[in-house]
């Protein structure tokens, strides 16, 4: 793999960038290689960097239905942040936190992870009663976040609307200042170069169409619309087709699938420093690199995989969005796309085993999955290369729903009494 | 925005007046109690969540606050059929025959033009 | 001084449709300028003589007008009408001028001819597509410190102004049978069609005038008259008709599900001093039976080297500013076209009296009558021909032709230069609305294919080509009968090329510009397919080719074309991008529109707010809800005030409004029925007049929901759930009285907002209230702890609860809303002497964790089962059914090591804990700790004269007595492990 640099930069520019090599190569498939990952996405090909890197197996197909990053890797609004509750949820977020810090060089592609905070924001006496809780609870885990007054709040974020007249006043928030964005087609970009250097084949319009299983019942491999492939092991990280990827082996899976809508702003120069977030008034908000207005919300409420939405969740969002930014009415929507989420009862995903030998899966990380993007991979990769879950990942299993030791997040956020 | 008919008003409403509440057709046992693990777990948290015609519970929360059922086709959201909470499943059979599935072509006559290759989205 | 001076230099004297006499004073970058009344920004600005008018996204190259539509990538400026009413990336050629207008350039430092950020330009072959992606790695921290700051301030184009909009905006909905979108030769024809037939018709086009392409077709003839004036009449006669709404300056810009389209609609932009009731834009939100699609065809530039000059434009764009305002786009005007439609520009200038030294085709056999019509004007056509490139920095000032197929050059000194490259049909409405394109391969252009909704493309927009054939096809799509109407002329919106010019092709180092806004050349795309981006989804974002504000409507076709030959592979393989909405940028003011402040969110007001507030009272926000939180009385901080309350609630009585509690009256012979299975009590046998704590859980067994529930008779219950579960436990308790026990004779109905309720509480509490009270005996005996009975309080009916949230003998009177506040006032009145004092909900919660009581949603959190709540009591020893029972049942609800409800007291009384702090059995562990519970409840008890608090604890009832610690950033602090119950242990004061 050529090395990106300044100088190459420099070099190539000598030449009208003829010599710039292709970031991945676009293989036939093979008729068996020792791991299959169906889903192209940023979580997919993750797995496979770290199966390749770090345990080895080099055999590896990555195999995408679409365009490689096309699913809700390209989506998102690419929020980072490791400010969970629970410890088990803490855990997995704060590996991907450690792994962004040094991705860009760990993969020698600029993935942008910009630390530049995350800050949610309260509204009413429970949020501060919940977002306390968040605070002391990382703490003792080793995770920043921290308290600002609303004083704390402008300083950090000047735009916001402090006044106590607002609908809804801001009276504090949790800020984590390692938390931020990255940019999320580079991430998937990084990871599928870096991966197909080490001989990873990334397989692009290639659709999964059944998994074939032995007479007792393990993973023999995939059918496809370009023909079977072999491989005792497969790993299923399709966000949004998870339950039908899964059906293909008849394992029902605890997952809803949701469109989710996001917009952006036309670009202005920068305004908004950080990423904030409010579950009150229910929008998020960041500024990119580009200037543009990066805007999310909830989901539509009812189960979809069309990629779109109704315009009056969108307009929900910016309800929102202007009560907290009221100098924003005058900027303009630009773009609006949807993906679709698979979410799971307790919000939480699932990275584990299967009761099918031999298939892994990895889903139903709901609105928030590109922040675990590394640590998702890494650990997933671990499960499927040791046939045992990581420490990290082993409470994100499918028993959890039967048994009840959810890892429910949202529950713990509770309701206003 | 969805235009969703209520099977008990007879009426095509938005959506802004219902709620979604979930796959239809999910068996509450009885008794309950007995049931097993596994089964309990199914009846909770496990769904079809399936690419294509999908059974769904709607309640018309702000009209006459009825649930009812909805065959729903969830890559085109388009609503093949409503019915009430209690009546049977419909066969989807019937519901796919060609006269319901297509949409009607649009009254345009249309000079003949090069042939056209459909492109996916 | 001629009307032309006046209004512009280049404004030619008979020409256009405006009138010479109505000028509009505006400035430019703080220099004044005069043009006419009808004028946009961008043909005011050619009339003066202006084309440099903003800089790029990246190079900062010098930009000027490419289009006269909302198509423009190039021309966008900054409007300030005062400091709250700034309105960044507006485009020149949509934005109309009026007496005034304040515009300036942006994007660039310090001034439009003289950019630092030009350098980006000198320095662009270190920066091709995605440059990003391979640098700024080194050193680590330098990217959030140094290199990102810096990328940031160098993009972005417009700036955000300072102050909170103060213009207002406004909301419709609407429903029609006919939506045609689009008022030109097409979309008029179809919807005088459809309202012949009597349909309801709404009809909306994004220019402030009728006509597309009639505008500026000079030689069209419908009807006999002359295109526009045909337009304007049939305008005229739709806006006559009761059943025709017409909507000009309204852009459709989204179209979702089951026909629902969104169009906004600008009403003040273009005035001078609109009036202060005015709305800025209008939202509408329109369901139409059909849509009628007639929004026509996008022209291409051509993509060669230097083709973003400024002067250098779109020929339609120029035939538009000549034919429409009167404006010459130079003096000496070359072409450079691969379609007939640029050659009907050129002739129309050329017949203005502007030189057109020359039109160069890149075809070596045009149709033959528009090269003869041009030659017998005297300019010169050379077929087979291209332009290399553009000479001229700040503006054109040659073009450079070679043949294709190579040959000697030859330069032309021009001021401005026109191109056409073809025309794009607008199927962006089409494809959002689901609808599948299809490749037309003869014509290289994508069409409407398969439809997923009730609608119809007509005209350009579905590659109709040729006057008469579109109206003959827009008569149709309105389903109207007899006769349609005849045309003649117009132009042909077939031929023309995609992808790059002769000159600007593979192995060409030139900058072609593909995107202009963000300065994506043909070499960038090229770049992209090099280095593996074979998907057109790839190249777009890998370029960031047509993802500028005019989200491709030039750029993406060209895009594809380059990316497609770079890979060998047809144009339809390597796919298109996704249309997605909005068709043109949409403000959020427009989205937003009345859903501001108060109107964002609904306030909900008990009955007695309006006392409260003449207290003085301090209020939170509980859900939608304002509550009284405590009363401060002159000088008292809320510490002080809330110690006064709760002490007064002991010692003497408190007056407070549970008006917010969720009211359910359910009523029927099978209540009881249906309450045990809703709830885990028992209810079958509660006496009437009776009282009842319940819980509620989901069907998961974690607790959803509690209140207290009250029988009135043997068929009808009064129910109370907390302040914010209110909505959500009616439709729970709906869901299952209607789909899983249909069989239970039940009626459900919220009475949230028709009670209101007055909590008096205290030692006092009866003596107070008792003497307003008829036709209830009041009395210990008589009317026990946790009992209810119905008469009257102060004349007016009360369903009369004998229940405590305190601790403290109490009463909730709940009495029809409107008389809420009367009776309130009655009862503080007849209280006050004896010391009855209002509390807020800060009290309240004191007082009831003072007892242990629980807070769901506070001291549960959704995973907590009534057992780890300490409320096994309540749970129906011998019951087989209720909504939860199984769940409790499951594995880990049942395992040893879940968190339950615990007191803990400081080991110093004078500490208070922080809410959500969390515990620890092992102070001194290192980080990561192991975390054992969390504080759900912690407070200042007056009344105990120490802190108190309860806490979610692993094991919690097991450790009564147990040291634990709470470690905090300042110090850990130790606490001892209690009972839940702080005051009153046995409960003898409920009872008094």
Redesign the interface.
């Known amino acids: 793999m050529r090395k990106y640099s300044v100088f190459a930069l420099a070099r190539e520019a000598m030449r009208a960038h003829k010599g710039w090599d292709q970031q991945w190569s676009s293989p036939e498939p093979k008729p068996e290689y020792d791991v299959i990952i169906v889903g192209a996405g940023g979580h997919g090909l993750a797995t496979a960097y770290y199966l390749a890197k770090e345990h080895g197996i080099t055999n590896v197909a990555v195999l995408e239905k679409g365009w490689l990053g096309g699913g809700n890797t390209g989506r998102n609004t690419t929020i980072i942040r490791s400010n969970y509750l629970y410890d088990e949820s803490a855990g997995i977020y704060e590996h991907a936190v450690k792994l962004w810090e040094g991705l860009s060089q760990d993969l020698n592609y600029n993935v942008m992870y910009s630390a530049r905070g995350v800050m949610m924001l309260a509204h009413n006496i429970h949020d501060v009663q919940v977002f306390k809780r968040h605070i002391h609870a990382n703490r003792l885990n080793g995770i920043d976040n921290e308290w600002l007054t609303p004083e704390q709040v402008k300083e950090f974020c000047p735009p916001i609307n402090l006044s106590a007249d607002a609908r809804y006043p801001i009276i504090g928030a949790a800020l984590q200042r390692r938390g931020g964005t990255a940019r999320h087609d580079a991430v998937a970009w990084g990871y599928a170069r870096a991966a197909a250097d080490r001989g990873v084949h990334i397989i692009q319009n290639c659709e999964v169409t059944g998994i074939r299983r032995a007479p007792n019942g393990a993973v023999v491999g995939v059918d496809t619309n370009r023909g079977p492939i072999n491989a005792k092991k497969v790993g299923v990280v399709a966000a949004g087709?998870t339950?039908?990827i899964m059906n293909m082996a008849g394992v029902?899976?605890?997952?809803?699938?949701y469109p989710l809508q996001a917009l952006v702003s036309e670009p202005v120069k920068p305004l908004i420093p950080c990423v904030i977030m409010s579950n009150t008034v229910h929008a998020y908000i960041s500024q990119s690199d580009k200037g543009e207005m990066v805007i999310g919300a909830g989901t539509d409420?009812?189960?979809?995989?069309?990629q779109?939405g109704?315009?009056?969740i969108i307009n929900h969002t910016l309800d929102a969005i202007c009560e907290m930014f009221p100098v924003l009415t005058r900027l303009k929507m630009l773009r609006s796309w949807g993906g679709i989420v698979?979410v799971?009862?307790d919000r939480s995903p699932i990275l584990a085993k299967t009761p099918v030998s031999g298939l892994y899966v990895n889903c139903g990380w709901g609105t928030g999955g590109f922040k675990a993007t590394p640590g998702s991979g890494n650990v997933f990769a671990h499960t499927i290369a040791r046939d045992e879950p990581h420490r990290i990942n082993a409470p994100f299993t499918i028993e959890r729903?039967?048994?009840g030791r959810l890892i429910d997040e949202a529950a713990a956020a509770a309701v206003a009494h | 925005?969805?235009?969703i008919k209520c099977p008990y008003c007879e009426e095509e409403r938005?959506?802004?007046e219902f709620?979604?509440?979930?796959?239809a057709h999910l068996v509450?046992?009885?008794?309950?109690?007995e049931?097993s693990?596994?089964d309990?777990?199914?009846f909770?948290?496990?769904?079809?969540?399936?690419?294509g015609l999908?059974f769904?519970?709607w309640?018309h929360?702000h009209g006459c606050?009825?649930?009812f059922n909805a065959v729903?086709d969830?890559?085109?959201?388009k609503f093949l059929t409503v019915y009430k909470?209690?009546e049977p499943r419909p066969d989807v059979s019937t519901l796919l025959s060609p006269a319901a599935a297509e949409?009607?072509?649009?009254?345009?006559?249309?000079?003949p033009?090069?042939?056209?290759?459909?492109?996916?989205? | 001084m001629s009307a032309s001076i006046h209004s512009g230099s280049n404004r030619i004297p008979g020409a256009g449709r405006l009138t010479p006499a109505k000028t509009v004073r505006f400035t430019f970058d703080g220099q004044s300028l005069t043009g006419l009344e009808g004028d946009t920004l961008a043909s005011a600005l050619l009339a003066n003589g202006i084309h440099l008018v903003g800089r790029s996204f990246k190079y900062h190259r010098p930009r000027g007008i490419l289009s006269a539509g909302s198509e423009e990538p190039n021309a966008l400026v900054d409007i300030e009408r005062d400091k709250s009413r700034k309105q960044p990336n507006v485009r020149a050629t949509v934005q109309e001028i009026y007496d005034g207008l304040r515009v300036k350039s942006q994007n660039r430092w310090p001034s439009l001819t003289f950019d630092v950020g030009a350098l980006g330009d000198v320095f662009s072959p270190m920066l091709p597509a995605g440059f990003y992606y391979k640098t700024f790695m080194w050193p680590k921290f330098a990217w959030k410190s140094i290199y990102e700051p810096r990328i940031r301030a160098a993009a972005g184009l417009g700036v955000t102004p300072g102050e909170p909009d103060t213009d207002r905006y406004s909301n419709r909905f609407a429903h029609c049978d006919v939506l045609v979108v689009g008022a030109g030769a097409a979309g008029l024809t179809a919807a005088l069609s459809a309202a012949s037939t009597g349909a309801n018709v709404i009809i909306c086009d994004e220019q402030a005038e009728p006509g597309g392409a009639l505008r500026y077709e000079s030689d069209v003839i419908i009807d006999g008259v002359p295109g526009f004036e045909w337009a304007v009449a049939a305008i005229a006669k739709l806006c006559a008709m009761d059943n025709v709404t017409v909507l000009t300056r309204t852009t459709a810009f989204g179209y979702?599900?089951?026909n629902?389209v969104g169009l906004v609609e600008r009403i003040s932009d273009h005035l001078s001093n609109p009036a202060s009731d005015m709305p800025r834009e209008r939202l509408w939100?329109i369901?139409a039976k059909k849509v009628v699609l007639a929004t026509g065809a996008i022209e291409r530039q051509m993509v060669f080297a230097n083709n973003d000059r400024p002067g250098v434009m779109l020929a339609s764009a120029a035939r538009i500013f000549l034919n429409q305002y009167g404006v010459a786009i130079g003096r000496k005007v070359g072409v450079y076209t691969s379609n007939d439609s640029a050659y009907a520009a050129a002739i129309d200038l050329k017949r203005a009296g502007i030189d057109v030294p020359v039109i160069v085709d890149t075809r070596d056999n045009p149709t033959p009558a528009v090269v003869d019509a041009a030659r017998s004007l005297d300019i010169e056509v050379l077929t087979g021909h291209a332009v290399f490139s553009a000479g001229g920095k700040r503006r054109v000032s040659s073009m450079s032709i070679q043949p294709t197929r190579g040959g000697s050059e030859r330069k032309v000194a021009v001021d401005a230069l026109i191109m056409s490259g073809g025309w794009t049909p607008s199927v962006h409405l089409f494809?959002q609305s689901?609808g599948?394109?299809?490749?037309?391969?003869?014509?290289e252009r994508?069409?409407p294919?398969?439809?997923?909704?009730?609608?119809?493309?007509?005209g350009a927009c579905?590659?109709?080509d040729g006057l008469q054939?579109t109206l003959d096809?827009a008569f149709?799509?309105g389903?109207g009968k007899g006769k349609t109407v005849v045309a003649t002329g117009g132009t042909d919106w077939i031929g023309g090329m995609i992808g790059s010019a002769p000159g600007a092709g593979a192995n060409t180092t030139v900058k072609a510009f593909v995107d202009f806004q963000n300065d994506v050349t043909a070499k960038d795309v090229r770049l992209a397919v090099r280095e593996g981006m074979h998907s057109i989804e790839h190249v777009k974002r890998f370029t960031t080719n047509g993802m500028a504000t005019d989200q491709g409507k030039t750029s993406n076709l060209h895009g594809l074309a380059i990316a497609a030959e770079a890979l060998n592979r047809p144009i339809?393989a390597v796919?298109?991008t996704?249309f997605r909405a909005p068709f043109t940028p949409v403000t959020f003011g427009a989205i937003v529109n009345h859903a501001r402040h108060d109107l964002f969110d609904p306030t909900r007001r008990t009955p007695m707010h309006g006392w409260h507030q003449t207290q003085g009272a301090a209020f939170e926000d509980v859900g939608q809800w304002k509550r009284a939180w405590y009363y401060p009385q002159a000088g008292e901080d809320m510490h002080t005030a809330v110690n006064r309350e709760c002490v007064a609630v002991r010692n003497q009585a408190g007056i407070f409004d549970a008006s917010t509690l969720g009211k359910i009256e359910v009523v029927g012979p099978d209540s009881a029925k249906f309450l045990e299975l809703l709830y885990t009590n028992p209810w079958e046998k509660l006496g009437i007049g009776r009282l009842r704590y319940g819980i509620m859980l989901r069907?998961?067994g974690f607790i959803y929901d509690d209140g207290v529930v009250g029988r009135l008779a043997e068929d009808r219950f009064h129910v109370t759930t907390t302040t914010g579960g209110a909505p959500r436990v009616m439709?729970h308790m709906?869901?299952y009285l209607?789909?899983?026990f249909?069989h239970l004779d039940v009626w459900l109905t919220s009475t949230t907002e028709q009670w209101a309720v007055i909590a008096v509480q205290g030692p006092r509490a009866r003596e107070i209230i008792a003497p307003l009270v008829e036709g209830i005996d009041m009395s210990n005996e008589a009317m026990p702890h946790m009992s209810v009975r119905e008469g009257t309080i102060c004349g007016v009916p009360t369903r009369l609860f004998r229940m405590s949230f305190t601790g403290e003998t109490g009463y909730e009177i709940n009495v029809p809303s409107d008389y809420g506040r009367a009776v309130w006032e009655a009862v503080y009145e007849r209280g006050k002497p004896l010391g009855l004092t209002p509390y807020g909900t800060e009290a309240m919660h004191i007082l009831r964790a003072e007892k242990g009581y629980i807070i769901v949603g506070q001291d549960t959190d959704g995973t907590v089962t009534p057992q780890d709540a300490g409320l096994t009591w309540a749970i129906g020893k011998n019951k087989?059914?209720y909504v939860g029972?199984?769940?409790l049942?499951?594995?880990d609800l049942v395992a040893n090591g879940r968190k339950q409800l615990v007191g803990l007291k400081t080991v110093d009384p004078t500490t208070v804990l922080e809410e959500g702090a969390q515990i620890v059995a092992n102070p001194n562990q290192p980080v990561p700790m192991t975390m054992i519970g969390h504080v759900t409840s912690s407070y200042w008890s007056e009344n105990c004269g120490r802190s108190i608090a309860l806490a979610l604890v692993i094991d919690g009832s097991k450790r009564l007595g147990e040291t634990l610690y709470v470690p905090m950033p300042n110090g850990v602090i130790e606490v001892e492990v209690t009972g839940t119950v702080f005051f009153d242990e046995k409960g003898e004061r409920l009872n008094g």
Request: proline share 7%; aromatic share 8%; with cysteine.
């Open positions: 087709h339950s039908v029902r899976m605890p997952l809803e699938s409420q009812y189960t979809s995989y069309s779109t109704g315009l009056h698979d799971t009862p729903f039967t048994t | 925005m969805l235009l938005p959506e802004l709620r979604n509440a979930g796959e509450r046992a009885n008794p309950i109690i049931q693990d596994d309990f777990a199914g909770l948290y496990f769904r079809q969540n399936p690419k999908q769904e519970r309640r929360i606050g009825r649930f729903r969830s890559v085109s959201d909470a209690g949409p009607a072509e649009p009254p345009v006559t249309k000079r033009r090069a042939k056209k290759v459909e492109v996916s989205q | 979702y599900a089951q629902f939100q369901r494809s689901r599948k394109v299809a490749w037309d391969a003869a014509n994508f069409l294919g398969t439809y997923a909704q009730d609608c119809v493309s007509i579905n590659g109709t054939a096809e149709g799509a389903g339809p796919g298109l996704t069907e998961d439709h709906e869901d209607q789909t899983e249909p087989t059914d029972i199984r769940g049942l499951r594995r």
